[in-house]
T-cell receptor, first 108, second 119 residues
Framework: AQRVTQPEKLLSVFKGAPVELKCNYSYSGSPELFWYVQYSRQRLQLLLRHISRESIKGFTADLNKGETSFHLKKPFAQEEDSAMYYC??????????FGTGTRLTIIP | GAVVSQHPSRVICKSGTSVKIECRSL??????MFWYRQFPKQSLMLMAT?????????EQGVEKDKFLINHASLTLSTLTVTSAHPEDSSFYIC???????????????FGPGTRLTVL
């Protein structure tokens, strides 16, 4: 069965410092991986997906199949990045499996 | 674009009553909608996948007679919690998938969620 692990429930980073939110997955096939973000009092929204290989709001994530990881990174944290971040895995059956989430707090 | 709404946003009911939650895709057609449940400080757990015009597919451990799902049109899916009990109190979230050719590349857009409290 597929599984997504986000080891950090809470992460605090100073403004301007680099950010890395960890995500590891377990799936025997070829996964599709996503990062979703939920800002305070807002709904869950897609941040980025690995197949797009894009950078959104300065965030990037690279799929490392050898390490089965999809860590989210940003070189310089901004206060507006404070939010709840969920890593998600989509398998061939089209369902999304979510990690437990990491609450990121940017310290001014 | 791709906005999903849920109604109501919050509902409080007595034990034993049934509660219906609506999920609508406002500006697109969604052939597939998903229903999730989220407990405090926990992740989203998929309850069921709802396909327009067919029966929903429930995840293991989810009672289909307890959580009735109807996806009668391409823009509306409903979740009815029948004979609700306090343990059904939770945050229920729906999402709708926009098709963009390949199924695997589709994006799920999420509703704002419905907070259900059963007294």
């Amino acid at each position: 069965a597929q599984r997504v692990t986000q080891p950090e429930k809470l992460l605090s980073v100073f403004k301007g410092a680099p950010v890395e939110l960890k995500c590891n997955y377990s799936y025997s096939g070829s996964p599709e991986l996503f990062w979703y973000v939920q800002y305070s009092r807002q709904r869950l929204q897609l941040l980025l997906r690995h197949i797009s290989r894009e950078s959104i709001k300065g965030f990037t994530a690279d799929l490392n199949k050898g390490e089965t990881s999809f860590h989210l990174k940003k070189p310089f944290a901004q206060e507006e990045d404070s939010a709840m971040y969920y890593c998600a895995l989509q398998c061939g059956n089209e369902k999304l499996t979510f990690g437990t989430g990491t609450r990121l707090t940017i310290i001014p | 674009g791709a906005v999903v709404s849920q109604h109501p946003s919050r509902v409080i009911c007595k034990s034993g009553t049934s509660v219906k939650i609506e999920c609508r895709s406002l500006d697109f057609q969604a052939t597939t909608m998903f229903w999730y449940r989220q407990f405090p400080k926990q992740s989203l757990m998929l309850m069921a996948t709802s396909n327009e015009g067919s029966k929903a597919t429930y995840e293991q451990g989810v009672e289909k007679d307890k959580f009735l799902i109807n996806h009668a049109s391409l823009t509306l899916s409903t979740l009815t919690v029948t004979s609700a009990h306090p343990e059904d109190s939770s945050f229920y979230i729906c999402s709708a998938r926009v098709r963009k050719g390949r199924p695997v590349a589709d994006t799920q857009y999420f509703g704002p969620g419905t907070r259900l409290t059963v007294l």
